[in-house]
Structures are given as C-alpha cells and as structure tokens.
C-alpha cells in the first residue's frame, strides 16, 4: 500500500475488526464520517484501552521475546534519537490500541511507514527467523 496508493486518504484494518463511529460497534465507520473527522484530526485509531500490565510486559507476555523490543530500542536511539523517550513511556504505560488500524491522510503515512520501514528493515538484518516458532516469526507486524 505505502509504494501503490495514491489516494489522498488511507486506512488499514485487521482482520474481521472495524472501524465504528459509536461504542456500540452497530455502524461501520463509512468513508464520509472518516473525510469528517479527518478535518480535525490526523489520524483514526482504534480505541485506546487499559492492561493491567505495561506494554513492554504484554508484548513479552505474547511474543517471550524482550530482545526485539531491546533490539528496536537500539535502532531508534541510533536513528532517530529525539523518539527514545516515547518509545520508552510506552513500553512502561498501561495502555494500547490493539489491532494494526489506522486511518489517516496520505502525508503522515507516506512519513510513518519511511520510518517505520527504515527501523523494521534495519532490525531485520539482526534477526534470525529460523530461531523463532511460527507465531514469533510475525514479530514484525507486531512491532
């Protein structure tokens, strides 16, 4: 999507979760309320929601790997230093948006996904996939 759309807005989903414009989930998200809510803000995201244990802990949790998060913290303390300190809050905060969904204006994805490629693509020259089961070898969609 990031190299092939040239639509002035963008969106992913995950699988069989959507975008509502209510907590009752009763109505899909449609693309004139995203236009709308798109004037006031630069991105949709899922709702944030509280864990009872910090981000760094549930991704441990799920994947039994800290040394990627350790790993991409290196990377970004390298390349883009001036985002450590978020990276950091967090890792050690109790909150996320779960699911990989977003949707935003084609700028500000054009700048994420450079530089989320730029430390996804870096981290892959550290990681031996062959060390990792079937489900930690989806270690970059979860980052």
Same mark, same amino acid.
């Given at each position: 999507m990031w190299k092939n759309c040239k639509d002035d807005i963008v969106g992913l989903t995950h699988y069989r979760r959507y975008f509502s414009n209510?907590?009752?989930k009763k109505k899909i998200l449609s693309y004139k +309320?995203?236009?709308k809510y798109l004037n +006031?803000?630069? !991105? !949709?995201?899922?709702f944030v929601r509280d864990i009872e244990v910090t981000a760094r802990a549930q991704y441990c949790r799920n994947s039994g790997l800290e040394k990627d998060l350790e790993r991409v913290r290196k990377i970004i303390e390298y390349k883009y230093p001036d985002y !450590?300190?978020?990276y950091d809050e967090y890792?050690? +905060?109790?909150y996320t948006c779960f699911y990989n969904?977003?949707?935003?204006k084609?700028?500000?994805?054009?700048?994420y996904c450079a530089w989320l490629f730029d430390i996804l693509f870096e981290l892959e020259k550290q990681v031996q996939l062959s060390d990792y089961n079937d489900y930690q070898k989806r270690i970059y969609g979860f980052l």
């Open positions: 209510s907590f009752s +309320d995203a236009e +006031d803000s630069d !991105i !949709i995201l899922p !450590i300190q978020a890792l050690d +905060d109790h969904m977003f949707i935003c084609s700028e500000l994805f054009e700048d």
